[in-house]
Structure formats: structure tokens, C-alpha cells
Nanobody
């Protein structure tokens, strides 16, 4: 049974940084692509970034390009999201997802989701 657990969320001031981590219970070929999503109150869930099993980045949302970086360590079965220059509008619950399909312009079809970790950015 595959499982994802996010960590690293917290509260920071605008301009600060956080690193989120997503630990997988086991590495499997079904982890075709892994991604980070977020959802703010009253808003739809949106894709943030995604990465292939090879470690090559696949997708970044326009609103995070130049500020966020996705990476993975397959030996540790962990995917990271380094978030710099955080803005109040980045406040949301951030979710890790696995077993999805990823292209530079679209990510979809993720079958496994973590419980989420809260990120709060104050002005």
C-alpha cells in the first residue's frame, strides 16, 4: 500500500522560505511522476510543480517560476519543494501527489495523495 506523508509547512513572513518534504512509503514504478498541489480557502486546488522519476523537473506553475524548486532523492524516497520569496498569496494547504502524468504544460491523473501540510505567509 503506497503512502505519502508531507512535512515542513509552517508560518513565515513575506519574503521568507520553507522547504516541504514528501516521504513515500515505498518506491515503485507506479510513481510515474510526482507533484505538488495547493489549495487555499475558497479556491480550487491547483498544480504547483512536478518532477519525473529521473529527477528532471516537468512542470512549474507560472506563479511560482523563479521562486520554487522541485527536486527528489530516490534513495530516500522523498520529493522536496523549496519555496523562496514567499508571498501572502502562497498561503494554502500543500499536497504531495504521485502516480500522475506530467508534461511541461499540464499535470493530471494523480492517483495517490498525501494528507497535506499547511503553509501560512503573513504580510
Amino acid at each position: 500500500q503506497v503512502q505519502l506523508v508531507e512535512s515542513g509547512g509552517g508560518s513565515v513572513q513575506a519574503g521568507g522560505a520553507l522547504i516541504l518534504a514528501c516521504a513515500a512509503s515505498g518506491y515503485t514504478s507506479t510513481y510515474t511522476c510526482m507533484g505538488w498541489f495547493r489549495q487555499a480557502p475558497g479556491k480550487e486546488r491547483e498544480g504547483v510543480a512536478a518532477i519525473y522519476e529521473s529527477g528532471q523537473s516537468s512542470y512549474y506553475a507560472d506563479f511560482v517560476k523563479g521562486r520554487f524548486t522541485i527536486s527528489r532523492d530516490n534513495a530516500k524516497n522523498t520529493v522536496y519543494l523549496q519555496m523562496n520569496s514567499l508571498k501572502p498569496e502562497d498561503t494554502a494547504m500543500y499536497y504531495c501527489a504521485a502516480r500522475g502524468i506530467c508534461t511541461p504544460s499540464k499535470i493530471w491523473g494523480f492517483l495517490t495523495w498525501g494528507q497535506g501540510t499547511q503553509v501560512t505567509v503573513s504580510s
